[in-house]
Nanobody
Framework: QVHLVESGGGLVQAGGSLRLSCEAS????????MGWFRQAPGKEREIVAA????????YYTDSVKGRFTISRDNAKNTVYLQMNSLKPEDTAVYYC??????????????????WGQGTQVTVSS
């Protein structure tokens, strides 16, 4: 059974930083594309960042480029999202997700079958 457990959310002032962690069990992240999504109140869930099983292949939505960094520690089976220069518009519940396929050749958000419970990030102005 697959479990993804997020941690690291909280309340931070604008300009501050947070690091989210997603520890996986029941699957091996080294063979999966992993992603961070977020959903703000009244808005649809959106992709924030993703990391391929291929070394060095990442994706970022435009609004977080240059501020957020996604990374993985295969030995710990954990994915991270380092968030710097946070803005009030980054406030949302952040979810970790895993591609249902191993060794996918491309990012495909509709294939993200496994989800964590989410962690709240609140950025005050």
């Amino acid at each position: 059974q697959v479990h993804l457990v997020e941690s690291g959310g909280g309340l931070v002032q604008a300009g501050g930083s947070l690091r989210l962690s997603c520890e996986a069990s029941g699957l091996t992240i080294s063979s999966r594309a992993m992603g961070w999504f977020r959903q703000a109140p009244g808005k649809e869930r959106e992709i924030v960042a993703a990391i391929s099983w291929r070394a060095g292949v990442t994706y970022y939505t435009d609004s977080v480029k240059g501020r957020f960094t996604i990374s993985r520690d295969n030995a710990k089976n954990t994915v991270y999202l380092q968030m710097n220069s946070l803005k009030p518009e980054d406030t949302a519940v952040y979810y970790c997700a895993a591609d249902e396929r191993n060794y996918s050749g491309s990012f495909a958000w509709e294939r993200y079958r496994y989800w964590g419970q989410g962690t709240q990030v609140t950025v005050s102005s």
